[in-house]
């Protein structure tokens, strides 16, 4: 996540109030300080690079490289403080850029140039001790650190975004399973109380022909038949408000309440014309299966008291051992002659049902057939969900296609790709932070280590110095002089006037590794010392 303006301005502020404060410092301890080369330019190449570093973390780099690259142009040593500002600039690019090459590329190009400058300029051992030493520590190890929390700032920002995802996904379930619930409350008020309400409204109007009532009775009845049909009207409208949900789900799978003998019993009970028998054994069904079999009955009863009042009713089911299935057939016939009755239109009753019987693995069929209308169930012994609503009770069939919803379970495995990947990415950054700086040291340490011995190892002490003797032999000198002179003195002291056919070596005066020392010069004529000189540099 991004800080807000304020807060990087002040960070940058800070950053820039804390290197131009080591830059003034390093100014007031110079014992030879250059206002030009050691303030104003690193104050300028600070006030620069620390904004620039927002945005060109890259450029921010390179400006620091070159101000230590100018800095080994000084003649007393090659240390300057602007390795601070190199080593700052090279954390911020680690922590802004995600690549990795492009930042490589320019650490390796600013360790070029100052290798460069050192050619140019003939440096000595301290100039490329400091080169090779020094700079790519403060170019390598702080990039590696600003890459390592890079990687870890995305690990956390990952882990967030994922748990966001995943309360956006509870929320999801938590809608579904509302809807779900409004979508079985809508089921069972449509075939339990519809079903109910045809039937009472049929008996209404038989017994509204019965002649031993009164017209005051007749009247009743017909009132009471006029507010069943509203109910049933106002109870259609309702379900149309339940299953208004994208994700409707059938409900859950339970053994109805009766059984379809007991249904037809109360239908003929009602004084609805029904005629039904049973083909084969009954085999022992699921509690799913029996459920489906017996809202087929019940929808196919419904929608023909409603639809054809007085219309004999045929129920006929089969089961079928040999292909392990049953079918359910119920045809109405109109109580007159006339057009055949066309397929009801504006409830959710064979949506629905067609819904429930396809979740089964089954196949619905309704129309209108011969003089009156049809519906056929085929379903099997076994429940066997289609290929793509085996899981989730049917979720892929009854969510309406192109319904553009969320897909929560793409969600959450596209949340942990992301974060395994981020994870992947914080291992690989972390492991570079050893391994990088491990390969490095194979090549520039070795080289480094060298001329810290070379440096260290040819230094002659002063009080040692003042204790030789010119005419002294080597025999007698030998435990003052250190274990080997140093080997890389300035052209212009090995080029000094000596005294005619001696052999001069040279030592420090002290093992400063960064700094320009005194050198010792002790000529030996033969066995014997010709002559010692102290060579300022």
């Not at 802004?96 to 492009?102: I, V």
């Not at 079985?184 to 519809?194: E, F, K, P, T, W």
């Not at 196919?300 to 359910?328: F, Q, S, Y």
């Not at 490095?440 to 030789?468: D, H, K, M, N």
Request: glycine residues 10%; aromatic residues 6%.
């Amino acid at each position: 996540m991004t800080a807000p303006a304020h807060r990087r301005l002040l960070g940058d502020l800070a950053l820039w109030a804390a290197l131009c404060g080591a830059h003034v410092v390093w100014f007031r301890g110079d014992s030879d300080p250059s206002v030009t080369g050691d303030l104003v330019l690193p104050l300028l190449v600070a006030t620069v690079a620390v904004p620039l570093a927002r945005r060109r973390p890259t450029a921010a780099v390179a400006l620091a490289g070159a101000l230590c690259a100018a800095g080994l142009a000084d003649a007393t040593s090659p240390a300057h403080v602007a390795v601070l500002t190199l080593g700052t600039t090279s954390c911020l690019l680690g922590v802004r850029t995600a690549g990795a090459r492009t930042p490589l590329l320019v650490l390796a190009g600013c360790l070029a140039a100052a290798l460069a400058v050192c050619a140019v300029l003939r440096a000595g051992p301290v100039w490329w001790f400091y080169t090779l030493a020094v700079l790519p520590t403060a170019l390598l190890l702080p990039w590696l650190a600003g890459r390592y929390w890079r990687g870890r700032t995305e690990l956390v920002s990952g882990g967030w975004r994922l748990a966001r995802s995943l309360e956006e996904r509870q929320r999801f379930v938590a809608e579904r399973a509302r809807l779900t619930e409004r979508a079985d409350i809508a089921a069972d008020m449509h075939d339990s109380l519809g079903h109910a309400l045809s039937l009472a409204a049929l008996r209404a109007g038989a017994l509204e022909l019965s002649p031993t009532l009164t017209e005051r009775d007749r009247e009743d009845l017909a009132e009471l038949r006029g507010t069943i049909a509203d109910a049933v009207d106002q109870l259609r409208e309702t379900v149309s408000v339940l299953r208004t949900g994208p994700d409707a789900l059938p409900p859950s799978a339970v053994a109805p309440a009766d059984t379809v003998e007991e249904l037809l019993g109360r239908a003929v009970a009602s004084g609805v014309p029904v005629r039904w028998e049973r083909e084969g054994p009954a085999p022992a069904l699921s509690p799913l299966i029996e459920r489906g079999v017996y809202r087929v009955v019940r929808e196919a009863l419904t929608n023909a008291v409603k639809h054809a009042p007085g219309g004999t009713v045929r129920v006929r089911i089969t089961h079928d051992h040999e292909r392990d299935h049953t079918r359910v057939r119920v045809v109405n016939a109109l109580p007159v002659p006339g057009p055949p009755p066309v397929r009801p239109v504006g409830g959710h009753g064979l949506a629905g049902l067609r819904e429930r019987v396809t979740v089964l693995g089954g196949t619905l069929w309704a129309g209108p057939y011969e003089d009156g209308f049809h519906v056929s169930a085929t379903l099997p012994h076994r429940a066997t969900p289609p290929h793509g609503a085996a899981k989730g009770g049917g979720e892929q069939q009854s969510r309406p296609r192109n319904s553009g919803g969320p897909r929560t379970g793409g969600s959450a495995s596209e949340a942990a790709g992301r974060l395994a990947q981020v994870r992947r990415s914080t291992r690989l950054r972390l492991a570079a932070a050893f391994a990088i700086p491990a390969g490095a040291a194979l090549f520039f340490v070795p080289a480094a280590v060298f001329l810290a011995y070379q440096l260290g190892t040819g230094v002659l002490a002063p009080s040692r110095y003042e204790e030789l003797h010119v005419g002294g032999t080597r025999a007698e000198l030998a435990e003052l002089l250190p274990a080997r002179p140093f080997p890389y003195p300035p052209d212009d002291a090995r080029a000094a006037p000596r005294p005619p056919g001696t052999e001069c070596v040279f030592y420090r005066s002290n093992g400063n590794l960064l700094a320009e020392v005194d050198l010792y010069r002790l000529c030996w004529s033969g066995p014997r010392l010709a002559a010692k000189d102290v060579l300022v540099p």
